[in-house]
């Protein structure tokens, strides 16, 4: 093959994201698994993941917080895929604008080993704007190789707001030869943000129809000896998922029980709440759960709600109507793409417990079937992603063969 021409498939990618799950952290980033997963399994594509860590200090295994990051193995094989866990220095808050360099400085000594060594790179594939996306811009212009950017959420529609970081991210999406958003809205910010149009592609998250799929809810709820309507909470514990709201919203309901499943760092604060409200003995907080357990757990739910101030494409939503729940969530980026006909669930454009208990209120009185939700769901399989992937890094490579050849 001429250097002048595009590499044939199976493209050889290297995957840069922080966002990745490991033995210790599971659960972490796997958004970002299901979707490389569904790309490698097409053969078109082998790759190798390089995710970066904070580094620990000696003893921070005895931290509860830090212990999941001091667990993290240095390498690990996941669905056959290879994952290296580097470190990379971080201070917490004063770290912020160095970040990406930080990462850099750890990613460049792995990646020209790897080349050295005769492995072959057809791709930069990186996940989350900031800071990975603009370290791996840094790798891009070092090792000159073409790179592809994946918008997730906060990356544009929080980071980007800060001065220095919107600095780093304007020049790696210039960089970048194919960016892609998760929805319609973080395309949007990359307009905004300068990127050249042509280069945008909104390929939004799947579903493990498979998976999450509609069991008995009878026979789920009586193993958990659950009665009367079931309000379903899933994800971070932190405050701007909102389950705090949806905790207010559950004074306002007499009768309902509310799972949450996940952890953080409101645990504590979301356990007083409910206390102080008085409906503690209806809240059961079930903590972190695998990814693969959670179908039943959708399952036994009447509805899923999501309170979040901000989104790019919330999994659990589809993960729920796959499931036959629908969802009430708050109306917030990319979430209004997600919850789009009746059948899905409501939307609520006012953050606040009343109105999330208003709209509760009215799905528990006219709930959707869970056959029409299900169906709903099953637009949103994982196929149409892997062949936009796929689309984009033809066209990204055969446009950098072709700028190599006119540079010849």
């Known amino acids: 093959?001429?250097?002048?021409?595009?590499?044939?498939?199976?493209?050889?990618?290297?995957?840069?994201?922080?966002?990745?799950?490991?033995?210790?952290?599971?659960?972490?980033?796997?958004?970002?698994?299901?979707?490389?997963?569904?790309?490698?399994?097409?053969g078109m594509v082998v790759s190798r993941i390089l995710a970066p860590l904070p580094w620990c200090p000696p003893?921070?295994?005895?931290?509860?917080?830090?212990?999941?990051?001091?667990?993290t193995p240095a390498f690990e094989s996941r669905h056959g895929i290879p994952v290296d866990y580097p470190r990379y220095l971080h201070l917490p808050r004063l770290g912020v604008p160095l970040q990406p360099w930080a990462v850099y400085r750890a990613l460049a000594p792995r990646v020209a080993r790897h080349l050295a060594e005769g492995g072959r790179v057809d791709l930069l594939d990186a996940h989350y704007v900031y800071p990975d996306g603009v370290a791996a811009a840094l790798l891009?212009?070092?090792?000159?190789?073409?790179?592809?950017?994946?918008?997730?959420?906060?990356?544009?529609?929080?980071?980007?707001?800060?001065?220095?970081?919107?600095?780093?991210?304007?020049?790696?999406?210039?960089?970048?030869?194919?960016l892609v958003a998760v929805c319609a809205a973080l395309a949007r910010v990359f307009e905004e943000l300068g990127a050249d149009p042509a280069r945008i592609r909104v390929l939004r998250n799947g579903v493990?129809?498979?998976?999450?799929?509609?069991?008995?809810?009878?026979?789920?709820?009586?193993?958990?000896?659950?009665?009367?309507?079931?309000?379903?909470?899933?994800?971070?514990?932190?405050?701007?998922?909102?389950?705090?709201?949806?905790?207010?919203a559950l004074a306002e309901l007499p009768g309902c029980t509310l799972l949450v499943v996940g952890d953080g760092p409101e645990r504590t604060a979301l356990g007083r709440r409910a206390e102080r409200l008085g409906v503690d003995s209806r809240v059961r907080f079930l903590g972190e759960i695998p990814h693969e357990q959670l179908p039943p757990i959708y399952n036994l739910a009447d509805l899923l709600v999501l309170a979040s101030s901000r989104e790019g494409w919330a999994n659990v939503l589809l993960e729920a109507m796959a499931c036959g729940t629908p969802v009430v969530a708050t109306a917030v980026w990319g979430?209004?793409?997600?919850?789009?006909?009746?059948?899905?669930?409501?939307l609520v454009a006012d953050r606040s417990a009343p109105a999330l208990a208003a709209a509760i209120r009215a799905l528990l009185a006219r709930p959707p079937s869970r056959a029409a939700t299900r169906a709903y769901a099953e637009r949103f399989g994982w196929e149409a992603t892997t062949a936009g992937q796929i689309d984009l890094f033809a066209n990204v490579l055969a446009e950098w063969a072709a700028r190599r050849r006119a540079g010849s």
């Not at 709820?221 to 971070?236: C, F, I, N, T, Y």
């Not at 789009?340 to 669930?345: Q, R, S």
């Open 1 to 42: 093959m001429s250097v002048a021409e595009p590499p044939a498939p199976p493209w050889r990618t290297l995957v840069v994201s922080g966002l990745y799950p490991s033995v210790a952290r599971p659960s972490f980033g796997v958004f970002v698994e299901n979707r490389l997963r569904r790309l490698v399994a097409s």
């Open 59 to 71: 003893g921070a295994s005895r931290r509860p917080a830090w212990r999941p990051l001091a667990e």
């Open 140 to 178: 891009a212009r070092r090792f000159d190789l073409p790179l592809v950017i994946t918008a997730r959420g906060s990356d544009l529609n929080l980071i980007a707001r800060d001065p220095l970081p919107r600095r780093w991210i304007r020049w790696a999406i210039g960089r970048a030869q194919g």
């Open 208 to 248: 493990d129809l498979e998976l999450f799929r509609p069991l008995d809810r009878r026979r789920l709820r009586e193993a958990m000896g659950l009665d009367g309507p079931v309000l379903l909470s899933v994800g971070q514990l932190v405050e701007r998922k909102g389950v705090h709201l949806v905790i207010d």
């Open 335 to 346: 979430t209004p793409e997600v919850v789009a006909a009746p059948e899905a669930g409501r």
